[in-house]
């Protein structure tokens, strides 16, 4: 049995009302909120932890909804190119990926994550060299050492140059290889328990760079184990060129000729979409993972954010790899999101709450668990960041959800990942932040 008290804090909860209170507290019995409410807390008589969250702002746990943790190792590459020259330019450097590398640039993106208010971390991970060791293995294992919330999604290519495909053949599996290492993921590491930290999802890596027969037996492999599905789709016009030349359709054509559009999908990017698409992917229900700021730095274009939302289609937040952003900070994401929407369409094309609401509830829509996170109230698992409201950049604004999502993205005081602290005062508690970053700069070197 545990008991914490979160009190004196602003709450914004994003219920489905859009509940806040200007002072109020959480109480989390065993990982799960119990009670939130404003005003002070009454003092429980049982043993408890009291937090006291004065000056700053509580919000569920940000949800990544998209990312690729082994790059950590490998950013400042092709610094000045779109997607198909910046993804050859990497795929060797990639090729040469080993078990530590990984675990080392994992653990660097996860505690990045966990500083900038996020508890659960969707990562797409699709690089399995021959003597790469077990690379969903070394994530699974530094996710729980920091304690955080990881779908690991089991991505695969099989579609190397010799057949037409962008990666090179040496870093590609074949489509048995492909698929019993996606089963054995499943089968060694998936927890649907609400308070479990790991889940496994089946991400073949883009039409571009898999065969139409492993998109097919991928889907067939999910739905047999009741996972997720995801992968890359209309991200670029040289995709959609392709595709049209290759497929004679456009890639949201292609996904749902190969059963590919669902609500246990969701696809990253998601930016060159027809009227047509996106009427289909909210009639679905398929889900879009928006990574704004790896959408700016490789040219990509801007994802209809307004439409799939109006059209019903649950739309997340996520940081992409970050040999693509460099950064891979979810708290800055929110900004970045409001801002190319309004550069797309407006003032009125997306509003503070609304971003919120993708950080916290769109992305847990994304993940099929919006009955379990993405917002504060009882019954759902205590994931939780406290920003802090009281520095220089924060102070006196008379909104916070403003301040959260306007201003420089506020320091996470403290990160709760099911009612336990990863941040504590600001710090990481669960491991050595130094030695993270120092095994961060070896890995980088090693693939130099
Ligand atoms: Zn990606």
Redesign the pocket.
């Known amino acids: 049995m545990s008991l914490v008290v979160l009190d004196n804090a602003a709450i914004a909860t994003v219920d489905a009302r859009g509940t806040e209170h200007a002072g109020g507290h959480i109480v989390i019995r065993d990982g799960l909120i119990e009670k939130v409410g404003a005003g002070m807390a009454q003092r429980p008589v049982e043993t408890h932890d009291y937090i006291d969250a004065g000056g700053c702002l509580v919000t569920p746990g940000l949800v990544n909804t998209?990312?690729?943790l082994y790059q950590w190792a490998t950013r400042g590459y092709a610094r000045d190119a779109e997607l198909f020259e910046w993804l050859t330019t990497l795929y060797p450097v990639w090729g040469r990926l080993t078990e530590e590398v990984t675990r080392a640039a994992g653990a660097a993106g996860m505690a990045k994550l966990a500083l900038t208010g996020c508890t659960t971390i969707a990562d797409?991970h699709y690089v399995f060299p021959n003597e790469g060791g077990d690379q969903i293995g070394a994530l699974v294992g530094e996710a729980k050492r920091l304690g955080v919330r990881l779908h690991a999604v089991r991505g695969s290519m099989d579609r190397g140059q010799s057949k037409g495909g962008l990666p090179p053949d040496n870093i590609v599996e074949d489509i048995d290889e492909a698929l019993s290492g996606t089963e054995k993921a499943i089968t060694d590491h998936h927890d649907p328990d609400p308070l479990g930290l790991i889940r496994i999802a089946v991400g073949p890596c883009s039409p571009f760079s898999v065969s139409r027969e492993l998109m097919e037996q991928a889907a067939v492999l999910a739905r047999r184990h009741g996972v997720r599905l995801h992968t890359?789709l209309a991200?670029t016009i040289d995709e959609e060129e392709q595709c049209l030349a290759e497929f004679g359709c456009t890639p949201a054509q292609y996904a749902e000729q190969l059963g590919w559009l669902g609500d246990d999908v969701w696809l990253?990017?998601t930016i060159h979409l027809s009227d047509e698409a996106i009427k289909r992917f909210g009639q679905t229900g398929t889900g879009s993972a928006h990574?704004p700021t790896?959408n700016g730095r490789i040219a990509a274009g801007m994802a209809p954010v307004r439409q799939l939302l109006d059209a019903g289609a649950p739309v997340g937040l996520?940081v992409?790899?970050a040999a693509?952003s460099e950064s891979g900070g979810l708290g800055e994401e929110l900004k970045q999101a409001l801002l190319v929407a309004r550069f797309r369409g407006g003032a009125t094309a997306l509003s503070i709450r609304e971003t919120l609401w993708m950080g916290t509830m769109g992305g847990a829509r994304c993940l099929g668990r919006d009955h379990e996170i993405g917002s504060i109230e009882p019954g759902k698992v205590a994931d939780l960041a406290v920003w802090r409201m009281d520095d220089l950049d924060h102070a006196g604004i008379a909104d916070p959800v403003a301040a959260l999502v306007l201003s420089s993205a506020p320091k996470v005081d403290r990160l709760l990942v099911g009612g336990r602290s990863v941040i504590a005062g600001g710090e990481l508690r669960t491991a050595d932040l130094d030695s993270i970053t120092r095994d961060l700069a070896q890995a980088a070197e090693v693939l130099r």
Do not use: V
């Open positions: 998209h990312h690729h797409h890359h991200e990253a990017h990574c790896s996520g992409d790899g693509s």
